[in-house]
């Protein structure tokens, strides 16, 4: 039986959390937009799986801003466009990706979907909330009182009392 009704888009939205593994603004047609790669893997010990996608809104705006640079761990949820395990050369012969590439459409960052920049070499300590005393030589001590017991009479204890 042949089907001819034509093939509609499903909803299929995807969540994923990897790593920003590139990102850059680039150009097209005279508007800007922020280009990013995301990459994750899908099971324990599996594969790694390029998620790509542009964005010219907010996204944009934090990159801009250094706060969506490559390493950083995202949350991301989007539309899934298109799957690829290969790609073609100019010439048209059939090449392997180093690893699959899912493109995404729609792509937000939910609350709670930015997660911890990596860590720069040489970064800078963090400042305390707080101003640190330091002392130097050896401060003066009072002298250790005796822990033995004394034993006091029941008149002695209610005048120490009040």
């Given at each position: ?95 392997v990706r180093k690893r699959p590439e899912i493109q995404l459409t729609g792509v937000n960052v939910l609350d709670g979907g930015l997660g911890p920049m990596p860590n720069a070499e040489g970064q800078a300590q963090r400042l305390a909330a707080g101003t640190v005393i330091t002392q130097v030589g ?25």
């Amino acid at each position: 039986m042949n089907n001819t009704s034509p093939r509609y888009a499903q909803f299929n939205a995807l969540t994923v959390t990897g790593r920003i593994f590139h990102a850059e603004i680039a150009y097209k047609d005279g508007s800007e937009f922020l280009s990013v790669s995301v990459i994750s893997t899908a099971s324990k010990d599996g594969v790694d799986i390029e998620y790509k996608f542009n964005n010219s809104n907010g996204l944009m705006g934090l990159f801009k801003k250094g706060y969506f640079c490559k390493g950083r761990q995202v949350t991301i949820t989007g539309h899934i466009k298109d799957v690829s395990a290969y790609w073609f050369t100019g010439s048209g012969e059939i090449q392997v990706r180093k690893r699959p590439e899912i493109q995404l459409t729609g792509v937000n960052v939910l609350d709670g979907g930015l997660g911890p920049m990596p860590n720069a070499e040489g970064q800078a300590q963090r400042l305390a909330a707080g101003t640190v005393i330091t002392q130097v030589g050896t401060p003066e001590v009072d002298e250790t009182p005796s822990m033995e017991p004394v034993e006091e009479t029941a008149e002695e204890e209610l005048v120490a009392l009040y």
